[in-house]
């Protein structure tokens, strides 16, 4: 992990956060990690807690809102909207596991980040050591999330791990990962149909 | 206690009343100004300024521009610089716990040739008394006022240019000092420093411009009240923006004239203060500002045309409330907020504190105003 060359990208710092999720601010003028994908935010004493980007939102003020209504805004205009004006975006984070001493789990990390932490997007590498340790428990974090479009988060997710886990030789993660989808659903057909169709768009994405 | 709405019912509708009443007084003066308005501009120019000059009211003075006359934009409008000053303050109150005086003045620059986004920067000054210690007897909010124009000027002079294209600089506000000289060396000497600071941009051939939004000036007004001194009812209450609205198509400035003043002859004659007005508005719908500049720039066609443009392109970026853009994020970024004042207290309390001095605590008045408003269970 510490070889991969993106798992130190920064993308943001912690703005709040509680045992379950996190929101983070970044400036809207850099790449911010798409829906869907995996970052670690190191806790300090050996301790990195993992999330999947549940959320992107960007908010406005006034005079953005009086902004829109103009034909034509210079490219200096959007530029000073998105560099210098303090409105970050922000990136809800939903926690799925912690690595602790070198050992993964798919728990809860034992407490939150605190203000201005760091928040790293994840490499290939990162992405395959998560989500290949135990045996996919992390994904009921996404299946039992309130308030979130699971089916799409859950589709996002399979789809950068099936790529990373697909590239580093494990052609089998992506049907290991649907399987346990339907075990975890499989008393809630209402739910699991929606999950079904989303992956099967995935699937199809992967050349699976 | 909320307002006594009974009470004002009556009030409200009298308000209505007299505003009617007025409106249909307003509307005959301003007919009788229009007239007077043409008439005097086919006056000769020197004539008038003579009348005015000898009045020594405040007043407009024609130039050699045809005032009567409206001005378009230049055709083209090439790249220039464009810097926007602008200050806020902390004024020090007795209720504080700790009463400071600050000065906060922020500067952003804008190439129109780019797409880069604006440089700015901020200055943050805590007032010092004259042994360069901080001020902890209470300035008057004029004295902290003149300081914030004179802050203004320096951030603008502090700018180095990266380039060699025009500059022009806005300020919101007056470029002539309504403060004014007043009694006292600290007055004198805050004057001095901005008469000095204006001189600087003058040497560096900034186009300097005061942008004034929602001017209540009436300097035309008075100036046909003292050329037609036996026409002259209501024409010294009539707003310029009212008498220009309907003459200056959108888009286009009026002549531009020179400002008499009581405080006129406190600037030197290349600083002196001059004015047009500018119909900021795109539609029929006038929106007329008006625009101070010094003598340099009044003396100098091509940068009132880069000025003109410039302020018009400004405004655009705003829409439908037009407005120069620069000039609103220079404000944005210098204003002071309540909570940040409150986190400078707090930090000033600290060293105090940690330097093993006793921290006043704050007016009971001010306490009192701060305790928590009774809330839902």
Redesign the interface.
């Known amino acids: 992990m510490a070889n991969d060359p993106q798992v130190n990208v920064q993308v943001g710092r912690l703005l709040r956060a509680n045992t379950r999720a996190c929101v983070a601010g970044c400036l809207p003028s850099q790449n911010f990690p798409p829906f869907g994908s995996l970052v670690s935010i190191d806790l300090g004493q050996e301790i990195s807690a993992y999330g999947l980007v549940s959320d992107i939102h960007i908010d406005d003020d006034g005079l953005v809102r009086q902004l829109v209504t103009t034909p034509n805004i210079s490219e200096t205009v959007i530029q000073d909207n998105r560099v210098n004006r303090n409105v970050p975006v922000e990136l809800s984070v939903l926690f799925v596991g912690h690595r602790s001493a070198g050992v993964i789990s798919h728990r809860l990390p034992p407490r939150p980040p605190l203000s201005l932490d760091r928040v790293r997007a994840c490499g290939e590498g990162d992405v395959c050591a998560f989500t290949s340790a135990g045996s996919l428990g992390y994904l009921r974090f996404i299946l039992e999330a309130q308030d979130l479009p699971a089916a799409d988060l859950l589709a996002a997710h399979l789809l950068q791990a099936g790529r990373a886990q697909r590239d580093h030789g494990d052609e089998q993660w992506f049907a290991r990962a649907i399987d346990k989808v339907i075990t975890q659903l499989r008393d809630d057909y209402v739910r699991l149909m929606p999950v079904l169709e989303a992956l099967a768009d995935v699937q199809r994405e992967l050349g699976i | 206690m909320p307002l006594n709405y009974l009470g004002l019912q009556p009030q409200i509708q009298q308000y209505a009343q007299n505003a009617n009443q007025s409106q249909a007084h307003f509307r005959q003066v301003l007919e009788n100004a229009r007239e007077l308005f043409k008439t005097c501009a086919s006056q000769p120019y020197d004539e008038i300024r003579k009348r005015c000059q000898g009045s020594g009211k405040r007043c407009a003075l024609p130039l050699g521009e045809a005032f009567d006359q409206s001005y378009p934009p230049p055709a083209e409008h090439q790249p220039c610089m464009v810097l926007a000053a602008d200050g806020s303050q902390i004024i020090s109150s007795p209720h504080d716990a700790i009463p400071i005086s600050l000065i906060n003045t922020s500067l952003i620059c804008?190439?129109?040739g780019?797409?880069?986004?604006?440089q700015?920067s901020i200055t943050s000054e805590i007032l010092s008394e004259d042994r360069g210690g901080i001020e902890f007897n209470l300035l008057s909010e004029d004295l902290i006022s003149l300081r914030r124009d004179v802050a203004e000027l320096r951030i603008l002079n502090d700018w180095t240019a990266p380039n060699d294209l025009p500059v022009a600089a806005l300020r919101d506000g007056p470029l002539e000092l309504y403060h004014e000289p007043r009694q006292g060396d600290q007055f004198e000497r805050e004057f001095k420093n901005y008469i000095d600071g204006l001189a600087a941009l003058a040497a560096r051939d900034f186009t300097l411009a005061g942008y004034i939004d929602r001017t209540r000036a009436g300097l035309l007004g008075q100036m046909l009240a003292i050329y037609f001194e036996e026409r002259s009812d209501g024409l010294a209450e009539l707003r310029d923006t009212t008498l220009l609205a309907g003459i200056l198509p959108a888009g286009q400035r009026s002549a531009i004239f020179a400002l008499q003043s009581s405080s006129s002859d406190n600037y030197p004659e290349a600083l002196r203060i001059h004015f047009f007005y500018l119909n900021v508005s795109t539609n029929d719908n006038d929106y007329i500002v008006r625009v101070e500049i010094p003598a340099w720039v009044a003396e100098d066609t091509d940068k009132v045309n880069r000025l003109h443009a410039l302020l018009l392109a400004q405004c655009?970026?705003?829409?439908?409330?037009p407005y120069p853009?620069l000039l609103?994020?220079a404000h944005?970024t210098a204003v002071v907020h309540f909570d940040e004042k409150a986190q400078l207290q707090d930090a000033l309390a600290q060293e105090l504190q940690r330097q093993g001095l006793d921290v006043p605590q704050p007016s009971n008045k001010l306490a009192a105003k701060g305790l928590q408003k009774r809330t839902r269970m």
């Open positions: 804008m190439n129109t780019s797409s880069d986004a604006p700015i655009r970026i705003m829409g439908g409330r853009y609103h994020r944005e």
